[in-house]
């Protein structure tokens, strides 16, 4: 709308971002002869962010012939207020000044997103600059109160410059000081005539690295500690130089994609070079169980933009992995390893290389289902017996995995880790083993895993849980061998789980021979791939009579058969006549026997590393009186799980005529090598009356001690000269299996 000399408009913009900026003003043009304007700001108001600001009413803005005057103007939010007054020209004779007021500094952060940096703070000063349209010179007093950068306290930042005529530039002068210490002082000059060169120095005294956990992301986090030192400052403001070296006593960091947490031990110390910051050879320390290793290497850089990593990472007993399973990775676990570990490459893009041995109590898990849409497997399915063929089932989901990372591991796994595969992570179905072989793991950025190798179980044990009713623990025996060729849920499977008990096959067996109670052994052969294995049963008693040996061989005589003692041995720990799998205890399933087994998994939840098993058992032999008795087993590692003992207890609860003895079998084993070869083992057990000799209420024991010696071998000329020459002799590190391209 136009008046007489005046010009009344109304303007409103928006720009579209994350939070949308509006601006409303109203105001009036009046031209004042010649090429002289007088724009009055009668209304205005915009956010930046989240933040309200409006200008007081009665500011002018003046432009007169490439000049512009500013009076009057006043920003306000609040208490928050910025005063602008003077002049922007070229001449050096007017000045623009601009005083802050209780100006809170959060929406200078709108201007700074994605550079991993968040300011808080008040700022309180004044600002003074001119020929802001040829050469700008700035004189500065401004402090900034209460000063956090993402959200830790740096203390109070004074900033000061001045100008100086000799050599047209510019002094500056910052300090901060947080309580009573000066953390930082920066005292320098700028030359903006000379393309911004740069020549400033910086000390650093107990500065807090806190701040800078957003430049380290992707890669590292939760650094903490305080770091002291001077730097030279030195190149321009577009490409900055930065020359020294700084101490960082009890700095301390975490490893993001392998969770593991190191403090940085000693007196250590980090170079900053050209276009680099070096590592040298410092020395680590895990905060968990304080092994140690060192971190060498440097992160080249462009004037601080494109970092790229260059570090290693070793030791000889180092902390590599810690990582719950709460974060659904592809693995997760607790490892521990000797060799080393490269990081290359951009933060954006990091490849990790390892070529490591594991050590002492690694643990390492590989969930066979993964993400939260699926948290039981249905690894084991029961199917219609008439089905053509049973078969295993896996769901697999997206592996967890840090963006732009991506992993090739060189593992020499040894007895020194436990490999878990968890099937059901409700039940608690899960095969548990140590052993040796040479594992390559590889893993790309878009969490993908591949496994190559060939691992050979030593020992281990599969916990077999059916819905909260059966809880029985199966020993996996030496020698069995799990292989990935790629794919980890392809692997071939080439293993031998038992199952002890105690049972009388003569409800099985019938009058044809004399039996009691004896050790019964269960074995579940797995052969084939994980997906679709071949499954088969086996069923021994090691300790009775030939006769009797002989007999069960010959009932046992088809598959029908088999399944159908297996099953009464898991669920009844008894034996059952032929085709009637629920014969015996009336007709129905033990009870007690299911109960015993849930008391000893709620028992183990507080027992610690000792191992509780129970088990009840009852004679099912229908022409006599039922002998009844409760079965207590516990056993314990010491030593760092180089000596186990063994020890089951049988305690009859109703035999009558006083002829109740209580039989008990007591084994310890101890592994005179740390690899486990060579075991010397000593013995106690109740031997078996298959005779039913009158005894009263003795009970025979048999006792032994002797030596066990283990070696894998391809060809004798190997086991010769492992005989000959021992261990050391042989090649440390066998070869990995060559990848098709």
Known sequence: RQRQGELDYR??????????????????????????????LDTTRFNVGKQDFRVAPGAHLVVDRGRFYVRSFLLRRGTDKVYLSGAISKSPYEVLRVQFEHLDIQPFNYFLAGRGTRLQGEMNGVLIGNQLL??????????????????????TLRFSSSYRPRGDSLGVAATLQLGKRETMRLKGQLEPVSGGALRADLWLNRFRVA????????????????????????????????LGKLRLPKVAFTVSFLQTDYNLAGDPVVYFEKDKIRFPNLALRDTRFATEGTLDGEIRHQSFRQFDLDLRIAGEELLVLNTPPTREDAYYGTAFAGGEIL??????????????????????????VGGDEERRSDFVSFYNPQK??????????????????????????????????????????QMTASGSGPIKLKMDALGRMELFGNYTVAKGSYNFNLEGLLNKKFDLMPGGTVSWSGDPYQAQLNLTARYVTKADPGVFLGNMVSTSPTRTEVFLEVQGPLTNPK??????????????????????????????????????????????????????LNQWDLLANQAAAFLNRFTGDYQLSLS??????????SDQELEVGLSKDFFNERLT???????????????ASIAGDFEVEYSLTQDGRLRARAFNRAVDNSFGLSLGQQQIYQQGIGLRYRVDFDHFDKLWQTIRWGKGKQEKKPSLPRQKD
Not at 218 to 229: D, H, Q, T, Y
Not at 646 to 658: A, H, K, Y
Request: proline share 4%; charged share 20%.
């Open 11 to 40: 303007l409103a913009a928006v720009v579209r971002d994350s939070i949308d900026a509006y601006l409303r003003h109203h105001g009036r043009i009046s031209r004042q002869g010649g090429r002289r304007f007088d724009f009055r």
């Open 134 to 155: 040829s050469r700008p010179r700035f004189l500065a007093d401004v402090a900034v109160d209460s000063l956090r950068l993402n959200e830790d306290l740096l203390g």
């Open 211 to 242: 701040a800078l956990n957003p430049l380290v992301q992707g890669v590292a986090e939760n650094l903490r500690g305080m770091v002291g030192g001077k730097l030279r400052l030195r190149g321009t403001t577009t490409e900055p130089l930065l």
């Open 645 to 659: 003992v063994n020890s089951r207890v049988g305690v009859p609860l109703n035999q009558q005529g006083g002829n």
């Open 388 to 429: 053509e063929k049973d078969s295993l089932v896996l769901r697999t989901g997206e592996a967890y995995q840090e963006e732009g990372v991506s992993l090739d591991f060189d593992i020499q796994v040894n007895q020194n880790a436990t490999i878990a595969i968890i099937l059901d992570e409700e039940t608690g179905n």
């Open 343 to 368: 990081l290359q490459g951009s933060p954006e893009d990091l490849h990790v290389d390892a070529s490591v041995s594991t050590q002492r109590k690694t643990q390492f898990s590989i969930p066979v």
């Open 616 to 625: 009840y058992q009852e004679n099912q032999d229908v022409t006599t009186p």
């Open 535 to 588: 499954i088969g049963f086996e069923i021994a008693l090691p300790r009775a009579n030939s006769t009797v040996q002989a007999v069960l061989n010959n009932r046992l005589s088809n598959e029908e058969a088999i399944n159908q003692q297996v099953f009464s041995l898991l669920a009844l720990n008894s034996f059952t006549p032929p085709s009637n799998v629920f014969a015996g205890s009336g007709g129905g």
